[in-house]
């Protein structure tokens, strides 16, 4: 199993960073898609997933700033990520869409995720 996200770093609010998560080809075929954070001491949350005909959704604190996006060829996700915030600093993490107990839950594999720092 291949859930290896890159592209945190540090930024200032109002930066952009780009995240990308090359997954599993047998992850990656069969399932909805999804990223998801967690800052220390809270529970992971989802805050955009995309279907198998690229259809997306995002969480509200997100919307209208985050896009969602995959390269089948590449079997990579994307998360595209504008005018961040303070308060989106946090570990991300990609993974197949999973309910709510398991991802709150952090259960099952995660792979390392990646740091996004925003400075204010």
Not at 26 to 46: M, T
Not at 94 to 112: E, I, R, T, V
Request: proline content about 2%; glycine content about 10%; charged content about 20%.
């Amino acid at each position: 199993v291949q859930l290896q996200a890159s592209g945190g770093g540090l930024v200032q609010a109002g930066g952009s960073l780009r995240l990308s998560c090359v997954i599993s080809r047998n992850i990656f075929d069969v399932n909805y898609l999804a990223w998801y954070r967690q800052v220390p001491g809270k529970q992971r949350e989802l805050i955009a997933s995309i279907t198998d005909h690229d259809e997306t959704n995002y969480a509200d604190s997100v919307k209208g700033r985050f896009t969602i996006s995959r390269d089948i060829a590449e079997n990579t996700l994307y998360l595209q990520m504008n005018v961040l915030k303070p308060e989106d600093t946090a570990t991300y993490y990609c993974n197949k869409l999973l309910p709510s107990a398991f991802y709150k839950g952090a259960h099952g594999f995660w792979g390392q995720g990646t740091l996004v720092t925003v400075s204010s």
